[in-house]
Nanobody
Framework: VQLVQSGGGLVQPGGSLRLSCAASGFTFSRHPMNWYRQAPGKERELVATISAARNTYFADSVKGRFTISRDNAKNTVYLQMNNLQPEDTAVYYC?????WGQGTQVTVSS
């Protein structure tokens, strides 16, 4: 299993970013996919989940601002982040069970 992330970077408050996670080594369409984040000095937290049936879950802190989607033809899961705030600053990780992407830094600052 390999999860390769892209996207992220520095954005001003109120801005948007999209993270991508390209998966390989398993039947992508059959598995739920997760996005986690870890801010400095804090524990890693679940941000969003999308099931194989495309049901979604969002942490309360991002509900209404973030969306998660998947493209099974491309074996890719996305995290669209809108109206970003400084408290969203963290390293974001794509996840499937015991497998993790390499992490992507998202920094929200003016």
């Amino acid at each position: 299993v390999q999860l390769v992330q892209s996207g992220g970077g520095l954005v001003q408050p109120g801005g948007s970013l999209r993270l991508s996670c390209a998966a390989s080594g398993f039947t992508f369409s059959r598995h739920p996919m997760n996005w986690y984040r870890q801010a400095p000095g804090k524990e890693r937290e679940l941000v969003a989940t999308i099931s194989a049936a495309r049901n979604t879950y969002f942490a309360d802190s991002v509900k209404g601002r973030f969306t998660i989607s998947r493209d099974n033809a491309k074996n890719t899961v996305y995290l669209q982040m809108n109206n970003l705030q400084p408290e969203d600053t963290a390293v974001y990780y794509c996840n499937l069970g015991a497998y993790w992407g390499q992490g992507t830094q998202v920094t929200v600052s003016s």
